[in-house]
């Protein structure tokens, strides 16, 4: 990749980083396109250089957030509980090895619950729903014995929310220590 290329991905990225911070601390209501252009250090006019409006941000960084939280839960050749171990820690370790990620779980909470994003972003996100998604997962691993009895839907929600919790938790200390994924496998395993 030659300097130019190099320079113009920078302030792409730079551009994509002013924006995150700035959603998750003002929320999208609330951002301006001059605020973005103020934190990523540029001209507004460079700004729209590299997204056409504040609605195209943002939906870049709903992309960038749901293809960042694609977790593969469907695997057949390990158990359920290790499927959802194996999860917690891909995420655990993203979260201590990257600032940014611990701000993108803050940036999809907050976007599951804004009636006035962009359109475009809340189809995005409705194709994103890891509670709904796990509770085959949950229900066959109990079948299996490996997790506890109780409501698979429950225990989805209290497992994957001590992850967002986790998440927001760090996002706003970075020097939080990080759990241990087993730690969290304790909410759904089966301790009989």
């Given at each position: 990749?030659?300097?130019r ?6 302030r792409r ?11 998750i601390?003002k ?11 103020k ?10 250089h ?10 870049e ?23 959802l ?5 891909q ?12 701000k993108m779980?803050?940036?999809m909470?907050?976007?599951?619950n ?8 809340k ?21 299996q ?22 998440a ?14 087993d730690w969290?496998?304790?909410i759904?395993?089966n301790?009989?």
């Amino acid at each position: 990749m030659n300097k130019r290329t190099q320079h113009k991905e920078q302030r792409r990225t730079d551009i994509l980083h002013a924006g995150l911070n700035l959603f998750i601390r003002k929320g999208y209501g609330s951002t301006k396109i001059a605020d973005i252009a103020k934190e990523a250090n540029m001209s507004m006019g460079l700004l729209f250089h590299y997204f056409a409006s504040k609605e195209k941000l943002y939906e870049e960084l709903i992309r960038l957030g749901c293809t960042g939280t694609e977790l593969e839960l469907n695997n057949t050749n390990g158990s359920p509980i290790q499927t959802l171990k194996t999860a917690a820690d891909q995420i655990l370790k993203n979260l201590k090895d990257n600032p940014t990620y611990a701000k993108m779980f803050v940036l999809m909470e907050h976007a599951q619950n804004n009636d006035i994003i962009p359109e475009a972003a809340k189809a995005m996100l409705s194709q994103v729903n890891i509670i709904q998604n796990s509770i085959p997962l949950i229900s066959e691993g109990q079948k299996q014995g490996e997790i506890r009895e109780g409501n698979p839907w429950a225990l989805s929600v209290a497992f994957w929310c001590s992850l967002q919790g986790i998440a927001e938790e760090i996002a706003l200390h970075p020097e939080t220590p990080c759990p241990e994924a087993d730690w969290l496998i304790d909410i759904l395993k089966n301790q009989s």
